[in-house]
């Protein structure tokens, strides 16, 4: 079993910079590749980062594609979202996940553990 807890979230305005955390307990995540998908209000889960086992390769949705980083630190079992420049449509809770699969797609339904989400409010 994963946990993954997420944190960092809160209100910002627009034009600002969050970094969300994923922290990993249970297994080290040198065996999973990992993903942040949001879900705003009205709207479907939407994958917006993936990083690959070891890092070697990411994948952003276009909306967010020069303003979002996804990072990983396996040896403390932690997983970043740098987000820089944000928007109001960005506001939404964010969640990272994790995956026993290889590569890094953007998918809502390969995961199989989910942190509890962090909310990420952007004002104009």
């Known amino acids: 079993q994963v946990q993954l807890v997420e944190s960092g979230g809160g209100l910002v305005q627009s034009g600002g910079s969050l970094r969300l955390s994923c922290v990993a307990s249970?297994?080290?995540?040198?065996?999973?590749?990992m993903g942040w998908l949001r879900q705003a209000p009205g709207k479907e889960r939407e994958s917006v980062a993936a990083?690959?086992?070891?890092?070697?390769?990411?994948n952003y949705v276009d909306s967010v594609k020069g303003r979002f980083t996804i990072s990983r630190d396996n040896v403390n079992n932690t997983v970043y979202l740098q987000m820089n420049s944000l928007k109001p449509e960005d506001t939404a809770v964010y969640y990272c996940?994790?995956?026993?699969?290889?590569?890094?797609?953007?998918?809502?339904?390969?995961?199989?553990?989910w942190g509890q989400g962090t909310q990420v409010t952007v004002s104009s």
């Open positions: 996940a994790a995956t026993a699969t290889a590569g890094a797609r953007l998918s809502r339904y390969e995961y199989a553990y």
């Open positions: 249970g297994r080290t995540l040198n065996n999973y590749a």
């Open positions: 990083i690959s086992r070891r890092g070697a390769y990411t």
